[in-house]
């Protein structure tokens, strides 16, 4: 799936908004070159405490070269913007090029309440706002709860326009540093059986997003309320 070259020229959310009381799970997806007047150039996530809150998996997805703000009226979150009780869970993700704002920026961002935002095995570089900042304590990607966090180039094929992971041999130093570092365990291997890599040309294939295979429940509900949220809404 590409989410791509999108406007939103009045409002937030240039490429995609998940509402209120939105369970969205994103798998291999590409959200590139979108744009919003205000927040959220590829991604504008909103809840309502305690009645419609949004519980949001992306896995394998890569967002690039999203802008925000282009009202000048000081707007945030060129690639992502999550406000108000949302619980954004991001595992074997690139995070790149945020134009002119953040990678991620996170309104409301209480750090004792673990599963509000929860990233592992992801790479952020190139986002000229900062990486994954939130409006209250500034940069967090060195103190959210994650593991395997990477802050390299993912050496794209072509920037801009193919965004698979450059490979020019095993062990190159030109190899994509995203390659075969994704989440461990065969069921997060790429098709052809290899370690999992970041970003969304790989990854398991994940059919209708259907992550009930994977048996270690981290990568597939990283937010422990999430489940329970799911399960009551089913």
């Known amino acids: 799936v590409e989410v791509r070259d999108n406007v939103a020229e009045t409002q937030n959310g240039g490429g995609v908004i998940v509402g209120k009381g939105s369970f969205p799970r994103f798998h291999r997806v590409l959200i590139e ?20 809150e949004v519980y949001a998996l992306f896995s394998n997805t890569t967002f690039a070269n999203n802008i ?13 913007y999550i406000y108000l009780s949302v619980h954004a869970s991001f595992v074997n993700c690139i995070v790149a090029d945020a134009l002119n704002g953040e990678g991620i920026y996170v309104y409301d961002h209480d750090p004792l309440v673990t599963d509000s935002l929860s990233v592992s095995y992801s790479d952020f570089w190139g986002n000229s706002g900062g990486h994954v900042v939130s409006r209250e304590h500034g940069e967090l990607l060195g103190t959210i709860d994650g593991q395997g966090v990477l802050q390299l180039d993912p050496l794209f094929v072509e920037p801009g326009e193919d965004f698979h992971l450059q490979t020019v041999g095993e062990g190159h130093p030109e190899d994509s540093p995203c ?13 052809d059986g290899s370690p999992g890599d970041r970003g969304r040309s790989a990854g398991p294939p994940g059919g209708d997003h259907d992550f009930t295979r994977v048996s270690d429940p981290t990568p597939a509900d990283p937010c422990p309320a999430a489940a329970e949220a799911r399960a009551a809404a089913a």
């Open 33 to 52: 070159g979108n744009a919003a007047a205000m927040d959220g150039g590829g991604v504008f996530s909103e809840g309502v405490e305690n009645e419609l």
């Open 68 to 80: 925000c703000d282009t009202s000048g009226n000081g707007g945030h979150g060129a690639n992502v």
């Open 179 to 191: 390659i075969d570092v994704g989440y461990p365990g065969e069921a997060w291997n790429d098709p």
